[in-house]
């Protein structure tokens, strides 16, 4: 069982930074892979980018270049740090964890980007 906690959305101007956290219960060494999706106001949700239990990491192109997923196994914790920010990212950001064959989601952290 895994339980997963987000915090750092908020409303931020567009060209702005936010840093999202997420941290797991238990070591996060065992998990797998963990990632960050959205799901945008009326849309499904998406993946925005995920980090494997090395460290690898792959990202959306909608985000390549401004966004940056990072993990620190002391604390159990992933980043996602988002720069540039545009109002076409404004969504409710889960932070996912793929453990013995199950993924678990986060409740969701809200960002909102103004033009």
């Known amino acids: 069982q895994v339980q997963l906690v987000e915090s750092g959305g908020g409303l931020v101007q567009a060209g702005g930074s936010l840093r999202l956290s997420c941290t797991a219960s238990?070591?996060?060494?065992?998990?797998?892979?963990m990632g960050w999706y959205r799901q945008p106001p009326g849309k499904q949700r998406e993946v925005v980018a995920g980090?494997?239990?090395?460290?690898?990491?792959n990202y959306a192109d909608s985000v390549k270049g401004r966004f940056t997923i990072s993990r620190d196994n002391a604390k159990n914790t992933v980043y996602l740090q988002m720069n540039r920010l545009k109002p076409e990212d404004t969504a409710v950001y889960y932070c996912?964890?793929?453990?013995?064959?199950?993924?678990?989601w986060g409740q969701g952290t809200q960002v909102i980007v103004s033009s």
């Open positions: 996912s964890a793929d453990y013995i064959g199950r993924r678990y």
């Open positions: 238990g070591s996060i060494l065992s998990i797998n892979a």
């Open positions: 980090i494997t239990s090395g460290s690898n990491t």
